[in-house]
């Protein structure tokens, strides 16, 4: 008995019964209900860490996942179990907290589990420059860019995040906004949010205006909760911010209830954008700007790469996919 049994048993798709294994709350309570209903019924038994699948066989692929909140890896998870299953691969999945080490993590199993491959679906580059060496398996990252790191058996596919983040600036100047404020992510120099502000801070140069970080930047971890806080410690700080930039939809997610509990409407007070194109921002009120990433690429490239990089000798490969910005109802042009 696997997963990917329980899966046909249900009639819910892998993506979701692995949530319900991992005690992940992204589930409706009718799902779980019927997949802990099967898992009794079949008699499966995960592992006893209940952030880990069982993984028969121990030259299965693993696919260690940064953060458990980020709705983002979710839609891109989904999508790489679907594809590995056609392939006929077995998966192991970990979901490691977004400060955790993902290459130590990724020796350790590879000591105990000898995972024939890993996707690591996001990355701190700080940990890759550190001891990524000691693993000799073809990988893949999502999401992060790692061809600076050189390594022979890391390829990489993500988003432009510069020059994304430099788009979403543009168009809030262009909407009339001058101090814009940004949430999400930290300084560090190997973090995605870097990359983002780098965009923002060339956007404002082009644009003749200034962005400082103690006034307009508010860190925050990837989560509706954190967001939510970094939001209402930005705007009041700075309660002349007419926009706000979150460096991930559900980081938006969490800015937009903040500022509706501190009295103010969207966009009629505060305009807000999110990054990531996550099917919450569609059906959030009012909709939510952001930045769409090209989950079903993402996903298609780094399993298939991986796949090839396993049965023959390839050269890594580093490209960016696809992104858009979709403009729906959260921002408001501000009258001259």
Do not use: W
């Amino acid at each position: 008995m696997t997963i990917k049994d329980i899966a046909r048993l249900s009639g819910y798709s892998l993506g979701t019964v692995s949530r319900v294994l991992n005690n992940h709350p992204d589930v409706s309570e009718t799902a779980r209900r019927r997949v802990l209903e099967v898992v009794k019924e079949q008699g499966f038994e995960p592992n006893s860490n209940a952030r880990h699948l069982k993984m028969r066989n121990p030259s299965s692929v693993a696919v260690l996942v940064k953060g458990s909140q980020n709705l983002l890896f979710l839609d891109i998870l989904e999508r790489i179990q679907a594809r590995f299953e056609l392939s006929g691969e077995e998966v192991y999945v970990a979901y490691l907290d977004e400060d955790e080490d993902e290459v130590k993590y990724a020796i350790s199993l590879s000591k105990q589990r000898r995972p024939k491959g890993f996707l690591f679906l996001g990355g701190d580059m700080e940990f890759f420059k550190r001891e990524f060496d000691q693993i000799d398996v073809p990988c893949v990252l999502l999401t992060n860019n790692a061809e600076s790191l050189g390594a022979g058996n890391l390829s990489s596919f993500s988003t432009d995040d510069g020059t994304a983040a430099e788009e979403v600036m543009d168009y809030l100047y262009s909407c009339g906004h001058e101090n814009i404020g940004v949430i999400g992510g930290n300084l560090s120099i190997d973090q995605i949010s870097y990359g983002r502000l780098k965009g923002v801070k060339r956007s404002a140069k082009n644009h003749g205006q200034s962005f400082e970080l103690g006034k307009q930047y508010e860190p925050c971890r990837f989560s509706m909760a954190e967001g939510y806080e970094a939001a209402k410690r930005l705007l009041e700080r700075n309660p002349g911010i007419t926009a706000l930039f979150a460096l991930g939809d559900v980081i938006a997610l969490g800015a937009m209830r903040a500022a509706a509990d501190m009295g103010l409407s969207i966009p009629g007070d505060i305009s807000i954008v999110g990054f990531d194109g996550t099917a919450s921002s569609e059906y959030s009120i009012p909709r939510l700007t952001t930045v769409k990433q090209d989950t079903e690429q993402l996903a298609d490239r780094g399993v298939r790469t991986l796949l090839q990089s396993i049965h023959y000798e390839l050269p890594t490969v580093h490209e960016y996919v696809p992104y858009k910005l979709i403009k729906r109802e959260s921002v408001a042009e501000l009258s001259a």
